[in-house]
């Protein structure tokens, strides 16, 4: 009984996983189980180029190279991730 109810909760905590796709990307960004989280896209030097609420990211615009994606989340939780612009 114990070991079905732990892989009950284990799956359920994996599906709420915040996830950005695709990386590398030459145009947009999407966001998966991070709605209302506050998204905010630095350069490598810390510079802060682009926040948003939305689920989604247009970068089109940005020079190819490697960006730091921080997510804080409606509970204060923050996230960083490492985004790719490709051509």
Known sequence: YFGAA???GLNSAES???SVYPNPSSSKLYFRNCE???KELFDINGRSLLKTKD???NIEHLNSGV???RIIDVNGS???TKIIKSK
């Open 78 to 80: 923050v996230q960083h």
């Open 36 to 38: 209302n989280a506050s």
């Open 16 to 18: 709420r996983e915040i």
């Open 55 to 57: 689920n989604e990211l």
């Open 67 to 69: 960006y730091i994606l």
């Open 6 to 8: 732990a892989a009950v």
